[in-house]
């Protein structure tokens, strides 16, 4: 790298700016080019978003109100800003890009209209003699003027543009004869792809002020013939006469919906496969554009056809203007994806839509029949052990093989006889739980007379579980939502794929017994978690399980849903002056080395100073030695020593191996001041045989778990008898600590009246408000 830039620096100047610009950007190419030096064999398009990363030659087209304001009249100068960085940034990776563009007309209205105001200004002042003009009208302008006008304006904004990103550009303007003549196709094509050789940027339009009106049902006769009606359909045939990988046609809508946007139930299509035109009913035209959505997807399939892959996006939304490209390059699921291979199973989407239908099922079923499904599944968990097992060492072969994995998730990508056996006894409990959920009525109120209200028990709706690693998640969260009624959606990793796989096979047999195996669903398909976190109008919950980075790329991602969970893992244990020196020793060594790589582990030791250099501190180095802990000292146990351990980088670091870090206080309180600033919020402990410190670090911690004289392992849901868990949460509303049923429950309202109205409460109404607690049953379900 450091030979190149030598290299580039030793290049001669040149005096023309065209030349810098054109010289600098095949420089910036040579950087970038091994990521696609090899070109992708055309004629077959992608099948999965996730293969647009491939691509090496992309045509982005840019409609009429893409490049317009909304006013009609001149560039929407902001968005096409950002898609000429967006187009930079692609083309300087080395991807070879060319640009459909529309917008000469709406830029010569927009200078025609300025000229005859002008004009109309100058005559009006002459001949009226007075300073007060009389209202001007502005003829309608002619289309094919307005181009004449615009174009060249219009290439003078992009050239200005791309010069910012030493990037070079080439107008070229065509007709329908430029692609149906075949000297003038071949001209065609060897200018374009000279110029792509060039590094410069062709950007393509049609020839407005002299195209003729098009032609009714003369466009896309085959894949040999299509008419330039409009720049949908030349974006099409460019992409196909160029053999590009990718085509983005930028519009007004989001994507290609089953029916017109903004009327009721109409859905954004992900993905759209030839033979689906059926499904789809089609709306107006934009505000400016001559083509429809219609046309486009006309112009997709076409291009789909030449093998070409498709993506129709808005490059409108001020939300997704500045990455709408770049996320679709990404393979982010932006917009309508055109693919020819239909997927073996449902999409996401549809999984989504069948878990929500049989979870209402689910939980409309008795308590009796849960608990039934519950122990169904613990019994086939000990049954089938060595299928699960089979698949589980499969599993860890793989991810042993690859070396990718850390032994943290290596360890808890490992399931055994013993871990099955327990995860089956807290099903039994769970099952015995699950009996006193969904229904359960929290409060009775007599309103008024014969008017009762009831706050019961309901499931939350639809969760999206997603993990890492461990599969016993997977056994645990489904029962979990069987228990509280909740439909689920699953996303485990792909390193526990054989192992999860046999885990959900025996869920849904466990749920079939009472007709409701659609309730939980793996997504097993190439989806994205940043993907999954957008479909906020289907999911109600996300609960992530796995490590603090999940944790924070999840919350991130999921804007418009709610997020269960807790970002680290800090937890402390802090041994005061008054601490047991046998209770100390095993609190610590079973808080850091009983299964490190959990979340409920040690991170940080506090010691009060009084015990530095005494038997107990001296007994405690040296057994952490002994487990082969690696310890990291903190700015004031470091200050205290000669020879320390290597200092901490940070104190709230999250090891989640045999690392921790120690770090000196001065009591109690400095202790719980040290927990507050740099924790987490999971889980703390005290190790005293002092009642009052005691008392006053569990009232004082704003932990979700904080302990007494007890390892910070036990914050879990199974050991808090819960009979399992979704995992912890440090949140401060809905649900805290280990969530276990009672956190995937939320509440409803019920009201019943013998047809009393408001108004009968008013200063003039016959009615009073009571407002009495009805004492609710034991049991307390409807």
């Not at 994205?528 to 999940?550: F, N, T």
Request: contains cysteine.
């Amino acid at each position: 790298m450091f030979a190149r830039l030598a290299l580039c620096s030793q290049l001669p100047s040149r005096t023309r700016r065209g030349h810098d610009v054109c010289a600098a950007s095949i420089i910036i190419r040579t950087f970038s080019q091994a990521k696609f030096s090899l070109p992708r064999p055309h004629g077959k398009s992608f099948a999965h978003r996730s293969e647009l990363k491939q691509a090496k030659r992309i045509v982005v087209k840019l409609g009429s109100a893409v490049v317009t304001r909304g006013d009609e009249c001149g560039l929407a100068l902001g968005r096409l800003a950002s898609i000429v960085e967006q187009v930079a940034v692609l083309q300087n990776q080395g991807r070879e890009m060319m640009i459909v563009t529309s917008g000469a007309v709406a830029f010569g209205k927009q200078r025609l209209r300025h000229e005859i105001l002008l004009s109309q200004s100058v005559r009006q002042a002459l001949h009226s003699g007075q300073n007060q003009l009389k209202e001007m009208s502005v003829p309608v302008l002619e289309a094919r003027a307005c181009a004449a006008a615009g174009q060249s304006g219009l290439m003078a904004l992009y050239e200005a543009m791309f010069t910012q990103y030493s990037i070079c550009t080439a107008q070229i303007l065509v007709t329908n004869l430029d692609f149906h003549d075949e000297q003038k196709r071949r001209n065609l094509n060897s200018t374009l792809h000279e110029l792509l050789r060039m590094n410069i940027v062709p950007i393509i339009n049609t020839n407005d002020a002299v195209v003729p009106p098009p032609v009714p049902n003369s466009d896309l006769q085959g894949v040999n013939v299509i008419s330039i009606k409009d720049n949908d359909s030349l974006a099409a045939r460019l992409a196909v006469e160029m053999k590009a990988d990718l085509l983005i046609a930028l519009s007004d809508v989001q994507g290609l919906y089953d029916s017109p946007p903004g009327t009721d139930d109409a859905k954004l299509i992900d993905i759209f496969y030839p033979g689906d035109q059926q499904s789809v009913t089609y709306g107006t035209k934009s505000r400016v554009g001559i083509g429809g959505m219609e046309a486009k997807v006309k112009a997709a399939l076409w291009a789909l056809q030449g093998g070409t892959s498709v993506v129709i996006a808005n490059g409108t939304d001020p939300k997704v203007t500045g990455h709408v490209i770049t996320d679709i390059v990404e393979g982010k699921k932006v917009g309508t994806f055109f693919s020819e291979v239909k997927p073996a199973g449902p999409t996401v989407e549809q999984q989504t839509e069948m878990a929500r239908h049989a979870g209402r099922t689910l939980a409309s079923l008795l308590p009796e029949q849960r608990e039934e499904i519950i122990c169904c599944l613990a019994e086939l968990l000990t049954e089938r052990k060595e299928e699960i097992l089979t698949a589980n060492r499969k599993d860890m072969e793989l991810a042993s093989a690859t070396g990718f994995l850390p032994q943290p998730l290596i360890n808890r990508l490992s399931l055994s006889t013993s871990k099955l056996n327990s995860l089956a006894i807290g099903l039994r409990q769970l099952a015995v739980a699950s009996r006193d959920s969904v229904g359960r009525v929290l409060r009775r109120t007599r309103v008024a007379n014969n008017l009762e209200l009831e706050q019961i028990t309901v499931p939350i709706g639809v969760l999206l579980v997603i993990f890492e690693s461990r599969p016993d998640c997977l056994p645990q969260v489904s029962a979990l939502a069987i228990a509280s009624g909740n439909a689920l959606l699953l996303k485990g990793g792909k390193e526990a794929s054989n192992t999860n796989k046999i885990l959900h096979q025996l869920t849904q047999e466990a749920l079939s017994i009472h007709g409701v195996s659609d309730a939980i669903q793996l997504v097993s398909t190439r989806e994205e978690v940043e993907d999954l976190c957008r479909l906020d109008k289907m999911i109600d919950l996300i609960i992530p399980r796995g490590s603090s980075q999940l944790v924070r790329d999840i919350q991130r991602a999921a804007k418009g849903i709610p997020v269960l969970g807790h970002s680290e893992g800090v937890c402390h244990v802090y041994i005061d002056a008054d601490a047991s020196i046998d209770k100390a020793l095993d609190i610590v060594k079973d808080s850091k080395c009983d299964y490190p790589a959990a979340c409920n582990a040690m991170e940080t030791l506090l010691i009060h100073r009084d015990l530095l250099r005494t038997p107990m501190f001296d007994q405690i180095i040296d057994m952490l030695r002994q487990e082969h802990v690696k310890i990291h000292a903190g700015p004031r146990f470091a200050s205290y020593l000669t020879f320390s351990p290597s200092e901490v980088k940070s104190l709230r670091t999250e090891y989640g191996d045999l690392e921790c870090c120690i770090e000196v206080v001065d009591g109690m309180q400095d202790a719980v001041d040290h927990i507050h600033k740099y924790g987490s919020s999971h889980t703390d402990v005290i190790v005293t045989e002092n009642e009052e410190t005691a008392e006053q670090f569990l009232q004082q911690v704003d932990s979700a778990c904080v302990f007494w004289n007890a390892s910070s392992r036990f914050a879990d849901g199974y050991r808090f008898g819960l009979g399992a868990e979704v995992g912890i949460s440090t949140a401060r509303i809905h649900a805290r600590g280990p969530v276990g049923l009672e956190g995937l429950l939320t509440t409803k309202w019920v009201l019943r009246g013998e047809g009393q109205t408001v108004s009968d409460f008013s200063e003039q109404g016959s009615m009073k408000y009571l407002h009495e607690n009805i004492p609710v049953p034991q049991g307390g379900f409807r």
